[in-house]
């Protein structure tokens, strides 16, 4: 069936290091492709998304790639601030019209 | 707009006793969902909705029931509350259209003991 997998574990940085979180999926067909942003205290909301192989979803300097070939939509960020800690969630469409998540990969930036 | 919105933020029961929370979403959109929000477990799908009138189970349908009588709003039921439903529980909500792009309430935060 159509799953996500992230990489184990919280990643703890430094202010201004470079942030990778890594997702791959299991899907059939050509699903669309999400991370989510959970603040503490909050609801999910969405950060970036792609919707076909080859597809860079960005937003408030994250990034992601669509890449077929290698089943990923890892997330990165070049310079990451303290606002930006946070749970991250990768998530893939499943017909009909639902969301399958990844565990969830909780970020602490240090200052 | 509120978007999505939940009732009520935080809620402590005892095992056994039953109670409902509410979802309501000012979108007009089609689809709404339940999720429960576990450590380590990310977020699992309970119970959705693909329109007024019509619900559906998810991964993790036991011990609860949903209703959608009105577009706009949708139920989850416990009726006899388990340990096991202690958890944070999350309503979301998605257009018509080809988007499956989901907003998400606030969230409640529920207790058994």
């Known amino acids: 069936g159509n799953s996500v997998t992230q990489m184990e574990g919280p990643v703890t940085l430094s202010e201004e290091a470079f942030l990778t979180i890594n997702c791959t999926y299991t899907a059939t067909g050509y699903p669309s492709l999400f991370w989510y942003v959970q603040y503490p205290g909050e609801g999910l909301q969405l950060l970036l998304k792609?919707?076909?192989?080859?597809d860079k979803g960005s937003n408030k300097g994250f990034e992601a790639t669509y890449r077929k070939e290698t089943t990923s939509f890892h997330l990165e960020k070049g310079s990451v601030q303290v606002s930006d800690s946070a749970v991250y969630f990768c998530a893939l469409s499943v017909p009909p019209r639902r969301l399958a998540f990844g565990k969830g990969n909780q970020v602490v930036v240090i200052p | 707009n509120a978007g999505v919105t939940q009732t009520p933020k935080f809620r402590v029961l005892k095992t056994g006793q039953s109670m409902t929370l509410l979802c309501a979403q000012d979108?007009?959109?089609?689809?709404m969902y339940w999720y429960r929000q576990d450590p380590g477990m990310g977020l699992r799908l309970i119970h959705y909705s693909v329109g007024e009138g019509t619900t559906a189970k998810g991964e993790v349908p036991d011990g609860y029931n949903v209703s959608r009588l009105k577009k706009q709003n949708f139920l989850l039921g416990l009726e006899s509350a388990a340990p096991s439903q202690t958890s944070v529980y999350f309503c979301?909500?998605?257009?018509?259209?080809?988007?499956?792009?989901?907003?998400f309430g606030p969230g409640t935060r529920l207790t058994v003991t």
């Open positions: 979301a909500s998605n257009p018509r259209g080809q988007t499956y792009e989901q907003y």
């Open positions: 792609a919707t076909k192989a080859d």
């Open positions: 979108m007009n959109h089609e689809y």
